[in-house]
């Protein structure tokens, strides 16, 4: 860590009274930052807080129709004030680089990223295209690439997302900028290649390079930052050096994110706050925990599983399944048994690629497998045509990770949910006061029934998908990676809605996620996939505190925690 520069040294970047407007509305209100080189500071705080609009304006990308103004931006000295787009295009890239969350869709799929990162090169500096190649690749080494030579030649959609998401950093370090943006740059990483991303961007910082890491991730930003500004509806309400932010905050608002985080919460304590709450009055008590504030628990214990002679709801057989791919073919699923029992969760973890999404497809029978069975409820499940099936299916719901691309955007919400409604059953007129009753169920307005999914905030979103999943009223509930694109306050109130509502009803839950915090708080049992084998399965607790299998205790050891 490095709080100050040496004497006569600019910092990074000086910013004063950065204000930011769109159509008339200010979203950032005289916001003022420090950075120096060889430090990280963190940008945390709940989506719309004004966190990404920012980071861009510190860019001079704040988007069309925005109106920026600063009593102070200065880079490397350098007074930005009034620059002009001319003057930024000559900044990016090689005084300032960004990294933002989804590298699919910030890297150009119609070239290879090794030609991406060149183009760098070629724009700010006179280098001969043999020195820019080798410096690529050398780039590509740097960020921990397996293969330089042969990702160079890849295109963005034929690597994984943590390969993406180093082929970005590379594209950002290609001039060694000193200041580097990164914005939410794990989000939605599994937990082996968020360490390995967390790990590249530390070296960065300790080689000298100014980091402003964007997140809503605190154990990210615990393991990361050295300082921490916490942002709430455009101001900074709280800011400090990271230890003193996460173990003693000052704001309640900054507590309420802390008790959010569901990492060492244990199964079936209240993660999100009461509605409304803004201030200390409004927050449930608290009480330390780890070295951190949490809430006390308004929850009463771990929801029953119910295991006993009772058969299983759901189990797979032995099932295995494989893909054909160029050169071969790929076993994504191999002689996986499990079983679920009402009202327990199963937990599934492992890296992506695992084959954690076969199998839910596999157990909702969106997917045959090449040998074993599903067997529902002691029915066959897998084997039976689509036809016999289709009665079967509304003992079965599920929740996806993008929940917008599930919905018809054409349908309003109400459709929606009368259209999930009716499956299997007839509906005789009743469907509005259905509706009103699944929105009721999962915390929204009855209003909403009006509006269509693009309208909606993506915790609104979520709730939706949640209320779809349960109007044909299932037994077991399938839930793919969840919440992994929410904030940690909506999180924590989608990780609670599917804890009451599993105690209401008594489902059964498959829940899938690369996030260990979540699946450790939500879950009863656990099983960690690899290769598309189960390496390990057990009690969650046991699992966790105590893995048996080496992959394990390496998934919990790269696991970003905030710690005492």
């Known amino acids: 860590m490095r709080p100050e520069d040496a004497p006569g040294d600019a910092p990074a970047l000086d910013v004063a009274g950065l204000h930011v407007?769109?159509?008339?509305?200010?979203?950032?209100?005289?916001?003022?930052?420090?950075?120096?080189?060889?430090?990280?500071?963190?940008?945390?705080?709940?989506?719309?807080?004004?966190?990404?609009?920012?980071?861009?304006?510190?860019?001079?990308?704040?988007?069309?129709?925005?109106?920026?103004?600063?009593?102070?931006?200065?880079?490397?000295?350098?007074?930005?004030?009034?620059?002009?787009?001319?003057?930024?295009?000559?900044?990016?890239?090689?005084?300032?680089?960004?990294?933002?969350?989804?590298?699919?869709?910030?890297?150009?799929?119609?070239?290879?990223?090794?030609?991406?990162?060149?183009?760098?090169?070629?724009?700010?500096?006179?280098?001969?295209?043999?020195?820019?190649?080798?410096?690529?690749?050398?780039?590509?080494e740097r960020v921990g690439m397996p293969d330089p030579v042969f990702a160079a030649t890849r295109r963005s959609g034929e690597l994984s997302g943590g390969l993406r998401q180093r082929a970005l950093i590379a594209s950002a370090l290609a001039l060694d900028p000193p200041l580097l943006v990164a914005d939410e740059p794990t989000t939605a990483l599994d937990v082996t290649?968020?360490?390995?991303?967390?790990?590249?961007?530390?070296?960065?910082?300790?080689?000298?390079?100014?980091?402003?890491?964007?997140?809503?991730?605190?154990?990210?930003?615990?393991?990361?930052?050295?300082?921490?500004?916490?942002?709430?509806?455009?101001?900074?309400?709280?800011?400090?050096?990271?230890?003193?932010v996460l173990r003693s905050p000052r704001e309640a608002y900054t507590r309420a994110l802390l008790a959010a985080v569901p990492t060492d919460r244990p199964r079936g304590s209240a993660l999100s706050v009461r509605a409304g709450a803004s201030d200390?009055?409004?927050?449930?008590?608290?009480?330390?925990?780890?070295?951190?504030?949490?809430?006390?628990?308004?929850v009463s214990g771990p929801a029953p599983t119910g295991h006993g002679s009772e058969r299983p709801l759901l189990q797979l057989h032995h099932?295995?399944?494989?893909?054909?791919?160029?050169?071969?073919?790929?076993?994504?699923v191999d002689d996986v048994t499990l079983e679920l029992h009402a009202g327990e969760t199963l937990g599934l973890v492992g890296e992506s690629g695992s084959g954690k999404t076969t199998v839910a497809r596999l157990a909702l029978a969106l997917s045959t497998p090449d040998s074993g069975d599903v067997v529902l409820d002691g029915i066959d499940w897998s084997r039976r045509p689509e036809r016999e099936r289709r009665p079967m299916r509304p003992r079965l719901g599920a929740i996806y990770q993008d929940a917008l691309s599930s919905f018809d955007p054409r349908w309003s919400v109400g459709r929606i949910l009368a259209d999930a409604a009716a499956r299997g059953r007839r509906l005789s007129g009743r469907a509005d006061s259905l509706v009103d009753d699944l929105l009721e169920q999962v915390g929204l307005e009855p209003a909403l029934a009006e509006r269509r999914p693009l309208t909606l905030s993506g915790g609104q979103r979520q709730r939706v998908a949640i209320a779809r999943a349960l109007a044909a009223e299932p037994e077991v509930l399938v839930c793919d990676e969840p919440v992994s694109a929410l904030d940690v306050t909506i999180q924590a109130q989608i990780l609670d809605l599917l804890d009451r509502l599993q105690r209401d009803r008594r489902l059964a839950m498959l829940f899938i996620s690369h996030d260990l915090g979540v699946v450790r708080h939500m879950s009863d049992r656990v099983a960690v996939m690899r290769a598309g084998r189960i390496v390990e399965l057990g009690d969650a607790e046991s699992v966790f505190r105590a893995p048996s299998h080496p992959y394990t205790a390496q998934l919990v050891a790269d696991a970003p925690r905030i710690v005492a």
């Open 193 to 244: 290649v968020q360490a390995r991303v967390l790990d590249l961007l530390a070296e960065i910082r300790e080689a000298g390079t100014g980091i402003l890491l964007i997140s809503h991730d605190l154990a990210v930003v615990a393991r990361l930052a050295d300082r921490i500004l916490v942002m709430r509806g455009g101001r900074v309400i709280e800011e400090g050096p990271t230890e003193t």
């Open 21 to 140: 407007s769109f159509g008339g509305r200010e979203v950032v209100h005289g916001l003022s930052l420090r950075l120096h080189r060889g430090e990280c500071v963190a940008l945390v705080g709940e989506s719309g807080s004004g966190k990404s609009v920012t980071a861009r304006a510190l860019l001079g990308m704040a988007g069309a129709g925005a109106s920026t103004n600063a009593a102070r931006l200065e880079l490397l000295g350098r007074d930005l004030t009034d620059a002009g787009e001319r003057t930024w295009r000559s900044v990016r890239g090689r005084d300032i680089g960004l990294v933002l969350q989804d590298a699919l869709v910030s890297l150009d799929p119609l070239r290879p990223v090794g030609r991406e990162i060149e183009d760098a090169l070629r724009i700010h500096e006179r280098l001969p295209r043999a020195a820019r190649r080798a410096r690529v690749l050398h780039l590509l």
């Open 280 to 298: 200390a009055a409004t927050l449930p008590p608290a009480t330390q925990y780890g070295g951190r504030t949490r809430t006390t628990s308004a």
């Open 319 to 332: 099932v295995s399944k494989a893909f054909d791919v160029p050169g071969g073919r790929l076993t994504a």
